[in-house]
């Protein structure tokens, strides 16, 4: 089955071996899920880079961000009786759950789009404090008037919550702390207020009753958010069953606000789809794709780190070409072009 994304030739744009680790310690696992957006005449990408330590056979190591702020090594035996290792993503150990790897983001940028570099004055953003000590991860960068916001996960032993950041220069950087607490993640926030307000799609998990559903919240100041409402639900039997989330920040159309959104089944396998909200009241959901606008069938796509996986938080609009960059099997940074009016001629109504 074919999908409506043209994939860029030269793809994987980015892979580990593209990248220097952090420090000397660890070693880069996976480049994730890059947040996009222009400044100063490129094209960048904030990239989620994933490392850990070399591994042992008998042993697992994962790093952490300990009390003051620097890398901590874990090292635990395979055969420890409080070890579960069976996900290559999560381990849990005295009913615990750690990450395998530890996130941070890192901007690399480009003249054409295609082939990105890392310029050396550049820094990384990393996590800080208690609330982001297994990393940050799978960051949206909205535009709003002249600030670059920046909405990512922020991932500790107290749970997976949206923290915020915001830039005018990509040098300097505010922390407004944790906009949404856990469990809660997927948030993109619109590039334009809507009758004065901040809004913004977000995904909180409720795996007892309810589900791993998108949310509309708004807000006067993009910081304080309120009047949540479940505006999108996986749909039993197709290809987003398991969960939903929402993609990059939503894209004005004359038909309304379209989103590029991801959803997984019980396979964890990972696809991406679009949704259509009203211009003046978001919370409308106007009209939703059936099948997939892509889903993974390159090898790079199909094989890496979490195989079967395409996902994106970062796209360029330029008219109608769409250019969404993308993970792929959890390991690989990569592009596709989309035409918007395809996209939108997609959609069936509600």
Known sequence: MSDIARRFPENPLLMPKDLQSS???LQIISLLNPGAFFFEQKIWLLVRVAESIAQK???IFFPVINALGKVEIIELPLNDP???A????VVTYKGLDYLTTLSH?????SDDGIHFYEPESSSLLMGSGILEQFGIEDCRVSKIEDTFYLTYTAVSENGVGVGLRTTKDWKNFESKGMILPPHNKDCALFEEKINGKFYALHRPSSPQIGGNFIWLAESPDGIYWGNHKCIIKSRPGLWDSARVGAGAAPIKTDQGWLEIYHGANAEHQYCLGAFLMDLNDPSIIISR????IM???ENYELSGFFGYVVFTNGHIVEGDKLTVYYGAADEFVCGAHFSIREILSALQPL
Not at 289 to 292: D, G, N, R, S
């Open 86 to 89: 069976t996900d290559a993503r």
């Open 23 to 25: 420090t000397s310690d």
């Open 289 to 292: 794709t059936i099948e997939p």
């Open 82 to 84: 409080d070890l579960i």
């Open 105 to 109: 983001l890192r901007l690399v940028c």
């Open 57 to 59: 056979e008998g042993v």
């Open 295 to 297: 889903m993974p069938q």
